[in-house]
Structure formats: C-alpha cells, structure tokens
C-alpha cells in the first residue's frame, strides 16, 4: 500500500480524496455556467471523470501497488465498454457521416443502388 | 473462510439484538420528526397553496381578455401560484419519502442484524462438539453463500405476486390475497439465515487461515481478494451494459443540450424536445414551467451533488478505518477528535459508523430526488425514465447491499476488532465500496449532468 508517501504531512488518500472533491465542484460548476460551449462541457465531463475515476482506482483500490494481474483483471471489461461505445458510434444516425471514416464502415452497399 | 463460530459467545451475539434495537430507534424517531411531525406542516402549506392556485386561476380565467395571452397579469400571477404550489408539493414529499425511507434503512438493518444476533445467540455451543485433534487454523468452505443464492432464487420466484400484494397494501383498487407475499417472504427469510450463518463463520476470524491461491497469475494472493476483483470485473460488464445502452439512446434523442448545441434533423425546435432527467435537475434543462423558465436550478441539482460529495468522502472514512485498523501504533488524536477515538478499536468502528451513515443518506437522497422527478412527470413509463430509473436503481441496490455488509463490519468492529491481522475484511469490502463510487462517476455526469 502506498500510504506511507507523504506530501505536506498528509497521506496519499487525503490528496486524493482532496482531488476527487475538487474536480466534482469542477464539474457541477461547469454545467452551472450556461454560457459555456456545450462541446466543451462535454469535453470537462469526461476529462474529469477519466481524472476520477483514475484516482478511485489507483489509490483508493490500491490497484498502482498490485501486480499486473490485478490491473489486467480491472482493464479487462474496458476493452468490452470500448466496442460498445464504437458500436454506438456505428448505429447512431449521425455516425454514418459524423465519425471519422476508420471507426465507421462502408455503408454505401445499403445507402446506393 | 476459517471462522468457527466457537470462539465467539453467544452473549456477543445479543449485542447484535441490542443494536438492532437502537437502529429501529434511530429509524421510528427520523420517520416520526420527519415524516409526520415536519411533513404534517408542510402538508398544510401545501394546501394552502392549493388553494392560492386555484382562486389565482378562477381570478384568471374570469378576468383575463385574452386567455391565450402569456403577458396578461393574471395568467402570470396564476403561474407564479402554480410554481408556488408545485415547490410546496416538493417540499412536503421531501420530509415525507425521507422519513418513510429512514424508517425503511432502519427496519431492514434491525433486520438483518437483529434477526442474525438472535439465531446466531440460539445456536448450541461448537465447543460442546470441538473434536480436538480439528486444526482451528484449517479453512474450510462456506455453505452460506449457496444458500443465500437460494434465497434470492425463492424471493425472485415470487416477486410478481410480492410486486402485486405490495401495491395492494397501499393502494384500495388493487386487489390482492395476503398469500402472495408468501414465497418472496419465504426468500428473505432463507436469505437472512443465510447471511446470518456467514457472519457467524467470519466473526471469530483473526487472521489465521486466509486461503491463498497456489497457482498463476495469482499464486499467493488471498483467493477472497482474487474473486472479489473477478466479481467487480463483471459488475463493470452490468454497469457499462446500462451505460452503453443509455449513451445509444441518448444520441439520438433531441434534447435540450442537443438544440442548444444546433441540433440535426428531426430536432430543430422545443416542440421536437424529448426530456431525460437531467432537463429536469440541471440549471437550464428542457423542462420548463407556465412562464417558460427552467425548472432545473441549484436546488434540483443538490441532492445529486451532496450524493457525489457523501460517496466520495465516504469512501475516504473507509480508507480511514482501513489505514487505522493496519496501523499498530496508532495513537490516539488530540483534542475533540481524540474524545471520538480514544482507541484503535474505537476510531475504526466509528469510521465505519461514518461511512454507513453517508451511505444511509445517498439512499434517503436518492429516493427524496426520485420522489420529486416522478411528482413532476418523469415517470418510469418512458424509455428516458425506464433508462434512468433501472441505471440508478441498481446503482442504488448496489449501495444498499454494501450498507447491509457494512453494518455487520461495524458489529466486527465493535466486538471481535479489527486489526493488522484480520484488516482483509475492511479491505476487501472497501474495494467493492470504491466500486460502488466509481460507478457514480460515471453515472452522475452521464444522467444528472449531460
């Protein structure tokens, strides 16, 4: 366990509990400012939930002090949460046109004749 | 598991009654001073403002010359009266669902802990049939959980007809024989014996006899910690199902985040709006009153927010108890904290008392937001609240079963202790608790948020 680094006296899990509530008032504060460009809010919302969710799992569950096997066994499902967010890319009415043509495939055989 | 239960007396276990015993008090006093006493009063204001509603109404739809017109006086102090009574309404069923769900929490850990304490106390002495040549560091399996999945088999079976008799008790036009709680009843029952049996094996554990893997990847790794991070693996699967499938959806929805940044075809205009909940929770969603403001405010938004901020810290108060219950020389703080946590012991029972009340309030919250989202119109009838209800639901079951766990670390505590033998218990909890907090990363910007 890495409780025993210590910055300013105070443990790792305290800086990052610090982190994990500074980066939630973060969020909630940027969906409160209307004025904000809705791309860029989404753009904050999954930045720091990515910065969230690193800080749960690497030191709240311990997992930058485990042995590989337990990163591989925490990663694993990603790669299944990957392709099905590829696959909404794939189905979803804007995705034909609106991603990148090497995460989408070639429907031209269903759109011409 | 190694536990034996004979090294635990069964006056230990009447601890456990005791403390059901204060629970159910805790819960009778918050229904009682929540749920009657303020929501009584807030009841009559609500009234009150029905009233003002309706006499605004009769005002309006008498004098106005032009009842199409939104700019007439009349109509606006009639929606004012509205929004009014609408905030009353809110107010009233946020006292009344936070009393009734205290009283829920409350009676469902008695419960467990009591019902667990007094079968557990009933049991004859293992001492009495000790073989003595039985190595007491020799593990053993655990029948428990086979009979726990039973038990949720049975309650599965007769869930319809439970759904059914449920309604029936709270509502005159359904109607319903008292039978049908019967299987699903029978299910709670095998279930509570079930986890009452597995805490009479873990409470004598100190330590000794953890098993541990023999074979790679995961060759001298506690086999407990092994399958709970294999359980967590698919629990990822669960929740990133709901995930994907809501993300699916809501791309192709015409929200108001959707027209507010140019929307496609089909969705061009607030006629084309489809609401999701957050029009309804975050500051200038879709959902909009009579005058054509936003419903969604700070205040819609605060129960999300405080139920981000309690998993957070309460997270951190079980790595707290954690860190306390591993640290063997731990020193008491100074000052008030030092009176909190004047022992090891101690500090790592309350911690765990912390967590369980931070966890007690996201559900109270939870159920108090669900409450308002459904008075408003946002129902499970739809595919945007079927998506939203089912995702936080289980989110919600998650919780709840981690509280029910958690009530039992704090009863180990309490009692047996815990120490830097026998931490694992904290740990391996802690790491489905975490889980537990990482799943509302994801699903509080994706529903409350977005």
Redesign the interface.
Known sequence: MGEHAEFMGKDVYFWNFIVLMFFTLFEVGAVFFEGIPKATVWGILIVVGLIKGFGIAAFFMHLKDEHKWFNITFMFPWIFVALMLWGIGLSNPEGVTGLPSWCTPDWSYATER | MSGHGNHVANSTWMRAVMMAGMILTVGIVGFAVLGVFVAENKHHTWEDEHHHYEDAKEEWSAGAADLSDHSDPLYIAKEEAHNAEVAAHLSYLTYRVAGVTMLFLAGAYATFIGLGGFLNASKPKADDHHDDHHDEHEHHGSASPIIFAFGIMVFLWGLPDFIVACKALLDDTVTAELGMLGISVSGMLIMVVAVSNWWFEDLPFIGHGEQIATSY??EGDHIRKVGL??F???E??VF??F??SY??MR??WCTK?AL??GG??GCRTTSDLELTASDYL???GGKVDGLGESVGD?WT?LPG?IN??AL??S??TI??AL?TA?NANWEAPKGFMGKLMPTRKAAVRNYLIATLILGSLFIVLKLVEWSHLVAEGFTIGTVQGSIFYIATGAHGLHVFIGLVIMLYLVFKADTIGFDEDNAQGIEYF??YW??V??AW??IF??FY??
């Open positions: 990847p995961f991070w294999i967590i693996m698919s990822i699967m990133a199902t995930f994907s993300l699916r791309t192709e985040w507010d940044d496609f075809a975050r500051p200038g700070f938004l927010g981000t901020f957070i810290i997270s951190y790595v707290l860190k591993k802690g790491l975490h889980f907090d990482l990363v994801v910007p994706a948020l977005y």
